[in-house]
């Protein structure tokens, strides 16, 4: 069973980057989908941004990241990143990757529902 490991998450300060990688324990994961969801203190968990299966064709980025963070993927690393660039108060969170199969290597979700592995978490925490 596809299973998930993140890391790269720690303590920066706002205009700081950091990486964060999502380690799949198997090859499998180039059938997946991969998207990174974050969970701030006292909000609700929302999708980051998401890249589909294979090439990793397609990605969205959610507005709130949209030109600070990328998604991206390596197979053959088994690994998926997250790209965190000029980093905000408002990026503390624990982030999670998750990874879903879907019909199609242009699509990808950032639905909770629609993910079917889920890895534990690394927290980030952005303060000057």
């Known amino acids: 069973q596809l299973q998930l490991v993140e890391s790269g998450g720690g303590l920066g300060q706002p205009g700081w980057a950091l990486r964060l990688s999502c380690r799949a324990s198997e090859f499998t994961l180039i059938y997946y989908a991969v998207a990174w969801f974050r969970e701030a203190p006292g909000k609700g968990r929302e999708g980051a941004a998401c890249?589909?299966?294979?090439?990793?064709?397609?990605?969205t980025h959610a507005d709130s990241v949209k030109g600070r963070f990328t998604i991206s993927r390596d197979n053959d690393k088994k690994t998926v990143y997250l790209h965190m660039n000029s980093l905000e108060p408002e990026d503390t969170a624990i982030y999670y990757c998750?990874?879903?199969?879907?019909?199609?290597?242009?699509?990808?979700?950032?639905?909770?529902?629609?993910?079917?592995?889920w890895g534990q978490g690394t927290r980030v925490t952005v303060s000057s």
């Open positions: 998750a990874a879903s199969r879907t019909h199609s290597d242009y699509v990808c979700y950032m639905s909770d529902g629609a993910q079917d592995r």
């Open positions: 890249i589909s299966s294979n090439a990793g064709s397609s990605t």
